[in-house]
């Protein structure tokens, strides 16, 4: 009873459990270890380990995760994460952005106890102790040829009764092999489970060492009954978990969606107000020229009665010369005029 209510208690805590590393997992290569994330600290604070080897931290979700606990539960654990972060053909390859990133996040949060070692896993085997490792992770390249040369160098490292965690446990599909790498060793100990979501999750616990006292770890190994029950709980946390990631992604693109709105709304607003500009200038130019048309109307009228009134001054000037050449005086003084008109001209030609 009293094992059932401290276990109780203990995953009481991970009901509301979120990540409040500084990692951003929404990167999709981010995502396949995500579900594992509470587990992992459940089992560094059930466990408090000693030290924490990591073989293939890629851009940092799981080691980030256990480095995460230990500070938070303020444990005396040394945590290291073994990678040349080049990549390899299942994780795909990539440049310097990836290791700057993890380097960077390492020594803003957890310089005091975690350290990266960028080489292989066989160069960095020796740098260990027999016996010195108290949790190992597995996940580099995930061939059944190389997980198994990962596990059979490294598990002298491990210390009787440590831990190793092996990733993707339930992947067949390709050249993907550490399916068959589990089904070989789950065997050997009867401490051994495997939690089949987020591409699964194997938990082998070395033999040897001492009774397990936490009642965590207790039911963790505890099949079926207890791991069921612990397996049920740690997915139930992991779907919490990928629910609030998606509501948050769908959170952020409604952010981001607004945002282009309003964008949109100023650039309208804007354009609307060069369009109202142009238009007040338009209706300033029509007003202009209707002025303009309006005053050359007026001229256009005034020259028409200038026109009007020469043409009327013709009329009568024309009207006055006809009655004059129709008058008697200018029939009867026409000989004279036809006479002084021939005397001029006889004087301009004797000159």
């Known amino acids: 009873m009293q094992h059932s209510d401290a276990l109780l208690q203990f995953m009481s805590r991970y009901v509301d ?13 981010s995502l396949p270890w995500v579900g594992h994330m509470a587990f992992a600290d459940m089992l560094v604070r059930a466990y408090r380990p000693e030290l924490l080897v990591e073989l293939g931290a890629y851009t940092g979700v799981s080691f980030f995760s256990f480095c995460n606990a230990v500070r938070q539960a303020w444990l005396h654990t040394s945590c290291c994460a073994v990678d040349t972060w080049k990549g390899e053909h299942h994780a795909g390859y990539y440049g310097e952005e990836v290791f700057a ?3 960077r996040h390492t020594e803003r949060n957890y310089a005091e106890f975690a350290r990266l070692l960028r080489m292989t896993f066989d160069e960095a085997v020796d740098r260990f102790e027999d016996g010195s490792v108290d949790i190992l992770h597995i996940d580099g390249l995930h061939t059944y040829e190389a997980v198994r040369h990962d596990f059979d160098t490294w598990l ?3 210390r009787p009764g440590g831990i190793v ?34 591409h699964g999750l194997g938990v082998w616990r070395k033999p040897g060492g001492p009774e397990l006292e936490h009642p965590f770890l207790r039911a963790l ?7 069921e029950a612990v397996a049920a709980f740690v997915r139930a946390v992991a779907e919490r978990q990928e629910l609030q990631r998606r509501a948050h992604a769908l959170e952020r693109l409604a952010e981001e969606r607004q945002e282009q709105i309003n964008a949109c709304q100023a650039e309208s607003e804007a354009r609307q107000a060069v369009i109202d500009d142009c238009n007040a200038r338009l209706e300033q130019r029509a007003e202009e020229l209707r002025a303009a048309r309006d005053e050359m109307c007026e001229r256009d009228a005034a020259h028409q009665r200038e026109i009007d009134a020469l043409r009327c001054e013709k009329a009568r000037v024309e009207e006055a010369y006809d ?9 009867v003084t026409r000989p004279l005029r036809f006479a002084a008109e021939w005397i001029r001209k006889r004087r301009a030609g004797s000159r």
Request: with cysteine.
């Open 17 to 29: 459990y979120s990540y409040t590393g500084p990692h951003d997992f929404e990167r999709p290569e």
């Open 101 to 103: 990133a993890v380097e």
């Open 156 to 158: 002298p490292k491990v």
């Open 165 to 198: 965690l092996f990733h993707d446990v339930v992947e067949q599909h390709d050249d993907f092999g550490v399916w068959k790498l589990w089904d070989e060793i789950e065997s050997l100990t009867p401490e051994s489970c495997c939690f089949r979501h987020s």
């Open 221 to 227: 190994f505890d099949r079926p009954e207890g791991f």
């Open 323 to 331: 009655r004059i050449l129709r008058s008697r005086s200018w029939l």
